[in-house]
Structure formats: C-alpha cells, structure tokens
C-alpha cells in the first residue's frame, strides 16, 4: 500500500468510528425510559454529572491556555513551537469531547438498560454494550483522525523531525487524561466511601438504595471517573502508542528502504482495527445471564481474528 492510502484508510476509519458512535447514541435515546422515578434518578445523576465536568473542564482551560502559550513561544527547534501548540490543543479538545460524549451517552443509557432488563437480558445488553461502542468508537474515531491528519499536515514526508511537532497531539491528550483520571477518581471513592459511611453504616440504608443521600454523588463519581476518565485515559494511551511507534519506525529504520512503511504501519493496523472492532460488535449477543462472558469473548475472537488477518495482509 502507498502512503497516501494508507492515509485514506486511517481517515476513512476514524470517520467510519464516528459515524458509528453517533449512529449508536441516536439508537440507545430511542429506547423507553422507564417510569417517573426511574427518569428522576437519572436526571439527578446526569445534572451531578454534567456540573462536576462543567467545573473540571473550565479550570483544565485554563491549564490548557497556559501551557499552549509557553510550548508556543518556545523554539521550533525543540519540537515545540507554534505547529506544536496547535496540535497540543487539539488533542487536549479531543480528548476532552471524547470523555464528555462518552459520559453524556453513559448517564442515559443507564436508565434506558435498566428498562430493558425488565424485558430480556438480551435487550438490557443490546443497550448497555452501545454505550460502551459509543465510548469507544469516539475515542479511537477522534484520536485517529487526529493523529492522522496533522501526520499530513506536519509529516508529510514521515520525518523524525516532522513527527516532533505530532507528539503535542499526544502531549495535548495526555495533560487531560491526567487530570481527568486524578479528578474523577477522587471524587469517586470520595463519593463512594459517602455513601457507605452515611447510608450503610449510619442509617443502615443499603449503599444503592434511592434513599440514601449518598446514591446520587456515588452514581455520578461512577460516571465522572469511570466513563469521562476513563475514556480520556484509554485515549491518551491510543494516541502515545501509535505516534510512538511511528517515532520508533521513523529513528529506527531511518536511511533504510521501505522505511516509510515502517513508520505508516501503526496508522495501518490502527485503521483496520477500527473495522475489525465494529465487526466484532456484532457478534456480542447472549440469551441469558450465563452466556454474557461467552458474547463478549466472542466478540473479542471475531474482532482479533480480523484485524490479525488484515495486518498480515
């Protein structure tokens, strides 16, 4: 494959990956949401939600604002500079969409899967598995087309130099998993030991029950540190990785021939495991309680079957 397509397919894939996780958000919001309590519940946890990023987020701007500025007035000639600075808050808005529509989608799909569990187990995990593809189909879908399209924009000619000025895509990306992660995760076990103390221990309410104070605080740092984080970290790792290993190929098989395809091969493998990974979805299924782990295992195989033969290829 020449370069520029394997370009095109990296493209194609992250668009596709998007398209994908729109198309499975619109698919989840259709389903019933239940009774007036259950729709309360899950309004308290979505307005807790949406507040607590709302008020990370401004003061990660402010992180943001000041770090692209000194990486803006520092020398090209380091890998930094003004094509550095651009990147580096690209990824850190990327990365931060990706966490936010992760979790928008996660605070409404769980009223929408507990609905569903009234039904079949089958459908509670029809829903409950398209929050999750939502996640991460956002992820790798803005993450790719990130790094594929300022490897065009900067690297063109896949230099060591070029790929400099790629990794404050990664640097951008990184600086808001940090944050996110530490943040949610504190306000997590914060919340949860909460509930514990208050409800369990001092009121001698079980830790999920509507009544105790502490459910909703519990149920939002679940989705501010376990949806939000997580995807900014999973993202963040997905983006090192593959301009990592393009940095490897480019030093590595520098002077070498057919080095260029060394240095394009991650942007390959992560395009087709895109299509591999929406591939597998479809084979997530399960009829009852004790199959779940075979569906996800089964999707997993078709997934990596896929990708293994089209990276040989």
């Known amino acids: 494959m020449t370069n520029n397509s394997i370009f095109t397919l990296a493209a194609v894939s992250a668009a596709i990956a998007l398209v994908f996780a729109v198309a499975k958000y619109f698919g989840i919001m259709k389903r019933d949401t239940g009774n007036d309590t259950m729709r309360d519940i899950s309004r308290q946890v979505q307005e807790g939600a949406a507040a607590f990023l709302k008020a990370e987020y401004k003061w990660l701007t402010v992180f943001v604002i000041v770090v692209s500025a000194a990486i803006f007035m520092s020398r090209p000639e380091d890998g930094l500079g003004p094509k550095t600075a651009i990147a580096f808050i690209c990824g850190a808005l990327a990365s931060a969409t990706a966490g936010y529509f992760g979790m928008h989608t996660a605070t409404r799909a769980a009223l929408r899967t507990t609905q569903a569990a009234t039904n079949s187990l089958a459908d509670a995990l029809s829903v409950s598995f398209s929050s999750g593809i939502v ?104 983006v090192g990785s593959i301009i990592a290993a393009m940095a490897l190929g480019a030093f590595a098989y520098a002077g070498v021939e057919h080095a260029n395809g060394m240095v394009m091969l991650p942007l390959a493998v992560a395009g087709v495991g895109i299509i591999a990974s929406i591939i597998g979805t479809f084979f997530v299924k399960a009829a009852d309680e004790h199959a779940l782990h075979s569906a996800l295992f089964r999707g997993l195989i078709m997934a990596s079957i896929a990708v293994v033969g089209a990276t040989y290829w």
């Open 135 to 238: 996640m991460g189909m956002s992820v790798v879908g803005l993450a790719l087309l990130g790094v594929t399209g300022f490897t065009i924009a900067y690297a063109s000619d896949l230099s060591a130099s070029g790929l400099e000025y790629v990794l404050g895509f990664s640097f951008g990306a990184s600086s808001i998993a940090l944050f996110s992660r530490v943040g949610g995760g504190i306000f997590t076990k914060a919340a949860d030991v909460g509930a514990d103390l208050v409800g369990k221990i001092e009121a001698g309410i079980p830790e999920d029950d509507p009544r105790n104070p502490g459910t909703i605080a519990d149920n939002v740092g679940d989705n501010v540190g376990d949806v939000a984080g997580m995807g900014a970290d999973l993202f963040e790792s997905y």
